[in-house]
């Protein structure tokens, strides 16, 4: 153990908080609650080019895409604020739809 310097250990403790974590993890902001979150915690939704939206489950699909968190309260208000962030309406049919699925999803994870 090299504890009897403790100049030295305070500089090292610094040299390792500049560098806290090794994988860069994108972050990801739920558009109702602005919720900052990183992608797994985050369910992503894609407006197709027929105009559809869609959950996206692995991330990859092509489109405007907006992410939303798990919380029941982010999902009830989708219809006008996902319509704004994704600028194409949702219909009750589309919400619904996309309701049913983003509960399916958050059950899988919990
Ligand atoms: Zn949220």
Redesign the pocket.
């Known amino acids: 153990m090299k504890k009897g310097k403790s100049i030295n250990g305070m500089m090292v403790k610094q040299v390792k908080q500049a560098q806290p974590v090794r994988r860069k993890i994108p972050q990801r902001i739920?558009?109702?609650?602005?919720?900052v979150g990183d992608k797994g915690n985050?369910i992503r939704l894609v407006r197709r080019p027929d105009g559809d939206i869609v959950v996206d489950e692995t991330g990859r699909m092509s489109g405007r895409g907006a992410y939303?968190?798990?919380?029941t309260?982010?999902w009830q208000g989708i219809a006008t604020q996902l319509g704004r962030a994704l600028k194409t309406p949702v219909s009750a049919e589309m919400q619904e739809r996309l309701l049913t699925k983003g509960k399916e999803i958050a059950a899988s994870r919990q």
């Not at 739920?30 to 919720?35: G, K, Q």
């Not at 939303?68 to 919380?71: A, T």
């Open positions: 739920c558009v109702i609650c602005r919720a985050l939303i968190c798990y919380q309260a982010c």
